[in-house]
């Protein structure tokens, strides 16, 4: 965080650029190199992070927010569902909502005796 303070308000459109040449347009960067990301992790004491690990986090992201496997794998442009398959352990409220939709018999004859639920309304 104390990176970013740092260089807030040093330009509105982006947040690390190659050049920070007080008379000269920053360079955006468009492709992060090896020595980018070890000189950006090294400046916020970030030991053990690879590129890949951002790739994670995104996946990580998405199957929190209620992404789909399937939905992930394509805007991963991932070949196979495996691939993915090991981040459905992020989202353990994934199957709640379909995990009653299967009446079995004993719990239909359950139900029989139970009496119909009645509403009342009060005006």
Request: aromatic share 8%; net charge positive.
């Amino acid at each position: 965080m104390q990176v970013l303070r740092q260089r807030k308000g040093l330009d509105p459109t982006v947040v690390f650029t190659r050049s920070e040449v007080p008379d000269r347009e920053p360079i955006e960067i468009q492709a992060v190199d090896y020595r980018v990301l070890t000189g950006a992790c090294a400046a916020v004491n970030l030991e053990d992070f690879y590129f890949h690990d951002f790739r994670h986090t995104w996946a990580s992201w998405h199957v929190q927010s209620g992404t789909p496997l399937l939905v992930l794998k394509e805007l991963g442009g991932r070949k196979k569902i495996e691939t993915v398959s090991k981040y459905g352990h992020l989202a353990p409220d994934r199957l709640s909502h379909r995990a009653h939709a299967a009446t079995f018999s004993s719990q239909q004859e359950a139900q029989k005796e139970k009496p119909p639920a009645r509403a009342v309304l009060i005006a």
